[in-house]
């Protein structure tokens, strides 16, 4: 992390001061976690740095690449993703790496290539590695986090800003503020769009905003979207939810109206098919009647001669 001054070979020159080299995580299982590092350039001329990770895809770190103006700081995020598991012990062997080289006077972040960064021709690239460290939050020495980051670091953070305004290092004549505040702005909304990407290649994100805006603000933005989305979700769950136990009672009230239907159909079936059986047997017994009550012609015949017979001999 060492540099040999062009001018003075023999004495050893640092480019940037990394505070702190352990970077410190509150770990909650489910929750995000974030982790602010401070740079200070302590070189006469312009720095650039690039952040990297051995662990991209559970790190976002932004803006994980920028440029530092002579005797100036710069600060940027580390944001441990949401974890659905504790490491064991909570030991963590992630770490990172903070490259940075001298760049010509001007520099801005859309002029910062990789090749800036290559190691050739004898070209110096200043490293410093930060190591990872996860705490609980019943060890954490803040009560109180806020979106993973402790009240101790945002009054820090904020702390360097108002200390950097003060001193007038980071004063700008108005029409470089005007275009600093324009590059602020851009950046911000460029980096909602490309929050995705690796983390070597994310959109930078500046923490250091001329219109005061602290990085709790900038941080706790995509936090209450993301929050935001979720109630959303979970409120359309629940809705389809009750939807769906809706239309399972309709469908078990069908199926008993369906079956209470065919269990009366079958009764009006049964109940023809007495009817008709009552009707038949009816039909029968009257047919018998019918016989039992008649007198035959020859019975009629023969009573009939009997009483001429006798009203004859009588009357005889």
Do not use: W
């Given at each position: 992390m060492e540099q040999l001054d062009v001018q003075n070979p023999g004495v050893k020159k640092q480019l940037l001061d990394v505070q702190p080299h352990e970077l410190?995580?509150?770990?909650?299982?489910?929750?995000?976690?974030?982790?602010?590092?401070?740079?200070?350039?302590?070189s006469d001329q312009y720095v650039v740095f690039k952040v990297k990770t051995t662990s991209p895809k559970k790190y976002c770190v932004r803006p994980n690449i920028g440029v530092i103006k002579p005797?100036?700081?710069?600060?940027?995020?580390?944001?441990?993703?949401a974890q659905k598991l504790a490491p064991s012990d909570m030991q963590c062997k992630d770490k990172f790496l903070v490259q940075s080289t001298v760049a010509p006077f001007g520099t801005t972040e859309d002029d910062i290539t990789p090749g800036m960064f290559a190691k050739d021709g004898g070209k110096y690239v200043e490293e410093c590695k930060l190591k990872v460290f996860l705490t609980s939050p019943s060890h954490s020495p803040v009560l109180s986090p806020v979106n993973g980051v402790s009240k101790l670091e945002q009054s820090n953070a904020t702390k360097i800003e108002e200390e950097n305004l003060l001193t007038g290092v980071e004063n700008l004549p108005p029409s470089q503020m005007l275009d600093r505040n324009f590059q602020d702005e851009k950046l911000l909304v460029d980096s909602e769009v490309l929050s995705s990407a690796k983390v070597e290649e994310n959109v930078p994100l500046p923490t250091k905003n001329v219109k005061l805006i602290s990085d709790m603000d900038v941080e706790s933005r995509p936090l209450n979207d993301v929050e935001g989305t979720k109630l959303k979700l979970s409120r359309d769950v629940e809705e389809l939810k009750s939807k769906l136990i809706t239309l399972d009672s309709e469908l078990v009230q069908a199926k008993s109206n369906i079956t209470k239907l065919t269990e009366e159909k079958s009764s009006a079936i049964q109940e023809k098919q007495t009817l008709k059986q009552e009707l038949v047997m009816m039909r029968r017994k009257n047919g018998v009647i019918t016989v039992e009550r008649g007198f035959p012609p020859l019975f009629v015949c023969m009573v009939a001669l009997i009483s001429l017979t006798v009203g004859y001999l009588l009357h005889g």
């Open positions: 410190k995580f509150i770990f909650e299982v489910k929750k995000q976690s974030s982790c602010a590092v401070h740079l200070g350039n302590l005797k100036s700081t710069y600060d940027f995020t580390v944001t441990m993703q």
